[in-house]
């Protein structure tokens, strides 16, 4: 591994009265930045000698702050290693004419003058800027490895970095290691090795995998001032890098065994697991009757008798469904990966049973409305919960990501759950399944329990008014910052041939908002797309990197009769944290993003659910008790203080705002310890949702 110390000055260079140094370092939520503050001295035309004598004042009491108290920030007299208070980190190395500080993981609460120097001879003035940009910065994942194993990742960048030097660094070691996209030869011989796409990613590939190699990585890009000597870093995603064992026993043979319950005349999928390294490798099933299938087809779904299986290379696993089971099919099965010379498996032991109540129905809709279906699962299961429609091969697939904000699951009665779709549209009929999931390291498996068939007419029922309805009853949407939605239309066959358009608030008012419009040029807003599907009477617009100013009601409009109203509730991607013993109190403070709104504060585990059943305390009622709220208009800001807290007090909480049914969250995490602590402890963090899915890409249902 070519590795060097970092080397490198800051972006933006002035000088103000007294000669002090000033920059600007720019960053993105979510992500890090890393930058040199450079010695400067009151006289830097002494002797030498006068120098040297200096230079013990110099090294002492290194700091980067905010205030002069230093809340925010960093300080400290440790020399030649890191030392890290929270997201900041500094390193100053006597030899150097600079300190290295490092912030990870910054909000917009970050945003501001700093100053950085000695406390005995020097200063400098830091601004720092931190940005909203492309989902591609501030992004965190887990990597997994096995010894000796040669991965490969990927790190995406803004468009504006095209240019820029790439670099990876290592922070599991100390001081901080650099390797960057011009060092790298390439060669078969280099550990390291990274090639930039000058387009939108770099790639990094890290060869013969040891223990070593575990730790955090970060993808970074060196952004120059105004010349190459003046630089800092920015960190567009750091890679958790977990590196495994794998067992000697496993090499060859039996990886795990599994118990998999199903039932007669229903289904189960099976998604089997293998190592990485082995995902290109040929799969098999081996029957209870000892009959070896070798999977000859990759990313498509082949049949044997009554078992369908898919070798899915994407991710590494393979699919395997079985419909219509019957008790012969009880037994033990095999699924595995062919090896040099050898092969791993899973032991599947199927076990059928006969369950009477799992009942079968009918259901009809009009396209615009929603619709309940009813799933038993048997009580003793703790198991994940799904619904899931069957393809045309009648694989039971899974519903896609950006379909799942139009699914509610709630438990309605005991081993009984509901699941509600809203604005159902003519693709939606068909027949679907519900589902309980259970999991293994190396098994996953659903099984069927009850079947629905679903049936749409087209005839969708419209509002005819020159107003939008006041009442809608479709559930909000709640994403979070930076994610996108889908909002779709329907419109009665009789308009396919007229505009359609997307407006939010008040439309056909002089206030109207229009998002978009069937018959304009996307390309001016690369965040909205749409799609007009005429064969389908669907009106659908995508919105992409939502922001807090994104939240609020959208109504689906053909010239001046109006749908079904969508209301997109907005959740920040910052999470707030406090640590706190029992008996104490806590100050939460909540930014919030518009004038004119009421402001409140709510418990409950879903936003949606905590504004219409949440106990909370409001900015139009304060109320006398442990908890009150109140406001900094000019700072906007509300705090909530909670005092003599309670081990029940802890949970999930939200700061919100609403205007006009629009609704803004942030959320809260209260920790309440029984542990004698000497002060709350604050902690912000962002959050990425990862869809897991376990359906073969090939049938994916469009959207």
Known sequence: MRAAIIIFTIITLCLISGQVLCFKVTGCTGGSVMFNCKYKSKDEHKTNHQNQRKSKDEHKGKYFCRDRDCRTGISTETQRSWFNDGRFSLYDDE???????????????????????????????????????????????????????????????????????????????????????????????????????????????????????????????????????????????????????????????????????????????????????????????????SQKISVDGQNQWVL???????????????????????????????????????????????????????????????????????????????????????????????????????FEFSESAAGVYTVSISNVSMRDAGVYWCGEETRDTHLTSVTLTNKHQLTLSNKTELILSSKPPLTSSKPPVVKREGDSVQIKCPYDENYSAEVKHLCKGKCLTPDDLKINQSDEDHDKNPKISVKDDTELNLFTVNMTELRAEDAGKYWCAVKDTFNLSTELMIVMKKIITHVVSVGGSVSIRCKYFRNQTQRFFCKEDQPNICIRDGVRVSSNKSVKSRFHLTEETSAGVFTVNISDLRAEDSGKYWCAEESSGSFIFTEVQLHVTRDMTTSDTKRETTQKTVNSGFFCLEHEVSQ
């Open 304 to 406: 044997h008798d009554k078992v369908h299986m898919c070798d899915d290379t994407s991710e590494g696993v393979l699919k395997v469904f079985i419909s219509n089971l019957t008790a012969a099919d009880e037994g033990a099965y095999r699924c595995g990966v062919n090896i040099t010379d050898d092969h791993l498996f899973t032991e599947i032991t199927l076990k059928i049973s006969q369950v009477d109540d799992f009942n079968a129905s009918s259901k009809s809709a009009l396209i615009g409305e929603s619709v309940n279906l009813s799933c038993n699962y048997p009580e003793k299961h703790l198991t994940i919960k799904h619904i899931c429609k069957e393809n045309k091969e009648k694989i039971c697939e899974n519903i896609s990501s950006s379909e799942m904000n139009r």
């Open 95 to 289: 030899n150097s004419r600079f300190f290295t500080v490092f912030i990870r993981n910054l909000s917009r609460e970050d945003d501001g003058d700093y100053i950085c120097g000695n406390n005995q001879t020097w200063s400098h003035d830091v601004t720092l800027v931190v940005n909203r940009t492309s989902s591609s910065c501030g992004t965190s994942v887990l990597q997994t490895a096995y010894k000796g194993q040669t991965i490969t990742f990927h790190c995406e960048y803004d468009h504006t970095f095209q240019t820029q030097t790439k670099l990876l660094y290592s922070v599991n070691r100390d001081p901080v290691l650099v390797l960057n996209s011009s060092q790298s030869s390439q060669s078969s011989e280099e550990k390291f090795i990274l090639s930039d796409s000058h387009k939108d990613h770099f790639n990094v590939t890290i060869r013969d995998i040891s223990a070593a190699d575990d730790g955090v990585y970060l993808c970074g890009v060196e952004i120059y001032g105004s010349s190459k000597e003046m630089t800092y870093i920015a960190f567009i995603k750091e890679i958790h890098l977990k590196v495994s064992v794998m067992n000697k026993s496993c090499v060859a043979g039996q990886l795990t065994s599994v118990q998999v319950q199903a039932y007669i005349s229903k289904s189960v999928f099976i998604t089997c697991k293998f190592p990485e390294e082995f995902k290109g490798n040929k799969k098999f099933i081996q029957t209870h009757s």
